[in-house]
């Protein structure tokens, strides 16, 4: 076993990893319950039916029971990362709150302020942290605890930067495709079958190009309890996350995919902005206003309208010749 330099969650003095596609990780005994309930449960426990959706969608690492290492009781799981040559990740904490009704109150205040200030409060989530490796493995950018400086316009970009990891010429649609995907997958059990409420967990996004393989995991379950304790029927703390993170996804692969879509909506609102910054610029005065020609004025709002149609227009080529190849 051997310790990695950086991962983007941090706490890497909590990780063995192996060779064999296994890692050793230091958890509290809370989390030992879950993976024990989750791969070891019988049909006889509350918790059956929820625990085979989480295996059978693999939406958590798999368990592998408890190992002795060093003189130290460690969990050992899979190693989502197994397989994937020079492969980059991004680790998103969900929830609006990472608190429990057993938190203290000092620690609550901080939590508060932590998810006020960050995109978690707004948007149900954060990204904790990345690291995008090139084609030779080399780290190009690597991020731990920066969720101060992420707004909610960057999330888009760290995404769109992750698809092309590894030298990537285009963006990896096709990894884009299957992190929605799953990611709605998780958005069924959590509006399914789950029973329990889920506090400081993260979603971890995993891509190497260079191999093409690709995948996103629940990781972190330290804190996962049933709802009965707070009095709610749904994770409301986990699920809104879930929801803005496959609506910013959703969103990048239609741009991604399909960029005259994208002119064809916002080209008059491109046109008019590019005419207010016109506008707002110096005049400046001729040397003999008396000999200077007036041209005649043309409104904003009719090159705006201009614009907005030549968006159309590309818009209207690209759907017909998409409904013609569809016909032969």
Known sequence: YAQVEFLPGGHVENFMFSKDGTVLKKISDEELRFYEDCFNCSESSPYYKENTFLR????????YGMEEYKGKKWVKIENVLHGMEHCSSVDCKIGRSTCTPSTEESKKQRDIDRCARTTSLNLGFRVTGHIFKSETGEILEKSWRGYDNIKEKDI????SRFLLVNGQKEPNIQALEFFIGKLKKMLEYFEGPNTRYFR????FFVLSNTSQTYDVRMIDFAYVNPLTEVGAKQDENYIPGLKALITILSDLLVKLKDPLVVMGVLGGFTAKKYLENIEQQPKAKPENPAQQKMPKKVGTKSISKFFQKLGSSFLAIYVGGVMIYSAI
């Open 56 to 63: 059978d969608n693999n939406l958590v690492p798999k368990f």
């Open 200 to 203: 400081g967990s993260s979603l």
């Open 156 to 159: 888009p970009d760290i995404f």
